[in-house]
């Protein structure tokens, strides 16, 4: 009678047969695209869609605050999923995983003025760093190839987004996230650089760690009151009249996380996201130290656009 | 035609549902035993199978080197975890996941002397660390309740070992690891220390580390060439004949991983095995120390024990 019952599951896996090749689909390497979710955006969902890299070799991975917002957002995000998991074959994820968090986010506010305040993005980012890693530890299976970590407000990136940064082949690799808007001065709708969090170190910011920071002091880009001298890819962008080489990589100390691909077993080796000061540095810039460590380098692509949303 | 084929699985977790208590069984929580396993001994497995926590609310996840000696365990491990998951109903585990890593073991030998020369743990306890963070990471999964790290060479615990230890509720707690030995002298079997990854910090150690040691060095316990003073669970047992605690509780700021139960939730956070020095540690005692920084405080069961197989 017992043996009637089916024998519960066993798997076996041989990590040298998982390949993370410049050609995935040929290879047919499953993507975990995994996003952080305060707030949903049609526009980021609708990007996600268009997605050429076939969706049953992708797995999709969210976690959302605890909270009124939480709530909404996951709602929005709900509804979305359900749409598309029951609509045509060919526009289905593999799977998709929903986490909600047992805590609120940390700011009272979600705006993006009070969020990018100095004081409030040690807290605010140690809390990211923690969600980031829930959702990492959590999702990853023995089948993983690649993980692409996507903002929830990347509402605009090329359809062919994963084949195009799997193709560099690199531990890990990080587009230019740059934000539309609308220029009153000449009534045009112009770009501008909107994430800081990827750049080259220099000696400055190694110097400045080493004789003015506390053991838990954290060095962040972007803060007038404390200039890092380092050079950011923000500002690394070829002329565009110029013909510029969409594929030019340059070698990156510290990345962001708005879009932002990694090879597996970059995070099976233990690289996370540290949500304290490591280095001086924490989330998404800890975390490329952190690999660099695990010796892993971090690339980027200054003229690969992707678009942060706009508010 | 399309609507008939089943929708892909869409998950949905309320991570503040997933207790994590000091009654596990009556909240049904799921336990993730986890088996990093160079050699595979019978008295392991035997062992396992008379753990009395319920056997479906246990997942377990073995990761084996590359190589002949992998080779060989995975070979006897799979015979048995056919020969269970097939056999009674009660014995049966939840799942198994097996992975093969595509490194070798970093030394030629697993020869218990070669093991332990200084020179050598560094490279071993780094690659044990990959080794582990790889398991962690890819067999978390979104029930998981706590997780029990357990070495293959552990083969005599209390069959209430994981009630035992959850029912303390602590963020991360560990036995005492001891070994049996035949005294020649009285000729009668004794038992002895084996673990010495269980300390408590001292002074003299984290001065040392101030004064001598590189950024890249790190500070191991149980070699003359280096004393730290640190305090020892080893040495913290009471006297066997006053009849003793089993449940007292010290405060440990470095744990071994012989056997060592941590609430999934620490290591959602990103707590996992260094494989590079930091703070001067590497492996399960940096991760007690990352741990730490995450505000989750290590506890040692001085008068509970586990034993280690006597090669
Ligand atoms: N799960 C979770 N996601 C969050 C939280 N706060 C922000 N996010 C998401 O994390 C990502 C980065 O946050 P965002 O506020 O856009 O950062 P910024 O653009 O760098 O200022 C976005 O995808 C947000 O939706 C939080 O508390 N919990
Ligand atoms: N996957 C894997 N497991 C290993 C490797 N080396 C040792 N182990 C396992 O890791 C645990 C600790 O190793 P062991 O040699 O017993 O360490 P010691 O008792 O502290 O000297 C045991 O469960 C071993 O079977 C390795 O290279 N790969
Ligand atoms: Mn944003
Ligand atoms: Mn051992």
Redesign the pocket.
């Known amino acids: 009678q017992e043996g009637q019952q089916l024998a519960p599951p066993v798997v076996h896996y041989h990590m040298n047969n998982l390949t993370t090749s410049s050609n995935p689909i040929a290879n047919q390497e499953t993507v975990l695209i995994l996003?952080?979710?305060?707030?949903f955006y049609q526009e980021y969902w609708d990007n996600l869609l268009k997605l050429t890299y076939p969706h049953e070799l992708i797995s999709l991975g969210f976690?959302?605050?605890k909270g009124k917002e939480?709530n909404a957002a996951t709602a929005a995000l709900q509804e979305q999923v359900q749409k598309t998991q029951k609509g045509p074959l060919k526009k289905r994820f593999a799977s998709i995983t929903i986490l909600r968090?047992d805590?609120?986010?940390?700011l009272s506010s979600?705006d993006?003025h009070e969020?990018?305040k100095l004081e409030n993005q040690k807290i605010?980012r140690a809390?990211?760093s923690k969600?980031r890693n829930s959702l990492l530890f959590t999702t990853m299976g023995p089948t993983t190839s690649w993980v692409l970590w996507l903002?929830?407000?990347i509402t605009e990136t090329p359809p062919s987004l994963v084949q195009d940064l799997a193709s560099h082949n690199k531990p890990i690799i990080v587009p230019n996230c740059y934000q539309r808007y609308f220029n009153k001065d000449n009534n045009k709708w112009e770009t501008r650089p909107?994430?800081y969090n990827s750049w080259q170190d220099s000696p400055t910011a190694q110097q400045l760690a080493k004789d003015k920071l506390g053991p838990d002091d954290i060095l962040m880009e972007g803060y007038a009151e404390l200039p890092t001298y380092r050079s950011l890819m923000a500002y690394m962008v070829d002329d565009p009249q110029s013909n510029p080489d969409v594929g030019k990589e340059v070698l990156l100390d510290g990345v962001g996380?708005?879009a932002l691909m990694v090879k597996a077993e970059v995070h099976r080796d233990g690289a996370m996201f540290p949500p304290f000061a490591f280095y001086h540095l924490i989330e998404t810039e800890g975390f490329a130290k952190m690999a660099k460590r695990l010796d892993w380098q971090s690339y980027g692509l200054p003229n690969y656009f992707v678009y942060?949303y706009n508010e």
């Open positions: 996003t952080p979710l305060a707030r976690i959302l605050p939480g968090q805590t609120e986010s940390p979600q993006e969020r990018h605010r809390a990211m969600a903002d929830s407000d909107y994430d996380g708005t942060h």
